[in-house]
């Protein structure tokens, strides 16, 4: 895996890379004890994943939940399902804040994705409405942008800002913005990506929050806040997926990468 692609799953975090996996078991990385990406597997499967936590605490109270019988709850819809965690056993210093995982349950219909992201306790599932930009608002953040120059440092002339998605839980509470903006690509390294920026409105005021590394395919309450957590998956030689919050700029959250 090239290291724009390491760069955008995980460096961020700090934590393993998921360039060392192939052939191996997939890696999630996580900061939050509370989180966590797996695959859905069958009973007639085993696929574990690596789950590596910025904490040994936080890989042994999974590792003795899931010893304990006791469900994990996927993020969305709030279902059960049963769990296996050992600790990882690896030739590295770290190893002791990583656990091997197993989720069993019924895997999501035909067509979406076979892995998952996963809680110790019964997670929300706040609906989060998703429409194109106004073009008031295009108008409102372009005065806005062209304001604020040079900072924010955005490739403005890149913004896509007709393309924008708006999304909120309800007409009232502010409204994350996302903005398609510059693609890159590595041909030799198997990788495409179309950046996007994000913006929130609020009493009709903007803010900009950070850049997100893809498009988000999905967007979750983590947190119980107004602002929902996002998923992205880059094109890239293997997995490439991570999560982002954006409620004090856009931070890294956790990772599911590999071959």
Known sequence: MKPLVRYAVCAALCLASASSM?????????????????????????????????RQA?????????????????????????????????????AWKAAEVIVRGAAPKSGAQRFGMFSLKPTR?????????TPEEQAALKAWIDANKPRPRLPAKQLKLA????????????????????????????YYAQRHYVFVKEDGAYA???????????????DGGDLPAILVE?????????????SKGVRSVASFGGH
Not at 234 to 246: F, H, K, N, T
């Open 22 to 54: 192939a052939g191996g078991a997939m890696e999630s990385t996580s900061t939050r004890p509370d989180l966590f990406f797996a695959w859905f597997s069958s009973k007639d499967s085993d696929e574990p994943v690596v789950v590596n936590f910025a």
């Open 58 to 94: 936080d890989s042994r109270a999974l590792t003795a939940h899931c010893g304990s019988g006791l469900p994990v709850y996927s993020f969305g819809q709030n279902a059960r399902f049963t769990c296996e965690a050992r600790p990882h056993e690896a030739d590295s210093p770290e």
């Open 125 to 133: 599932t706040t609906h989060w409405n998703t429409r194109a930009v």
């Open 163 to 190: 393309a924008a998605t708006a999304v909120s839980a309800s007409d009232e509470r502010p409204t994350t913005l996302v903005v398609p903006g510059n693609e890159v690509r590595d041909e030799p390294g198997q």
């Open 208 to 222: 900009y929050r950070g850049m997100l590394p893809a498009k988000p395919t999905g967007y979750f309450d983590i």
């Open 234 to 246: 880059e094109d890239c030689d293997g997995w490439c997926v991570s999560l982002w919050r954006i």
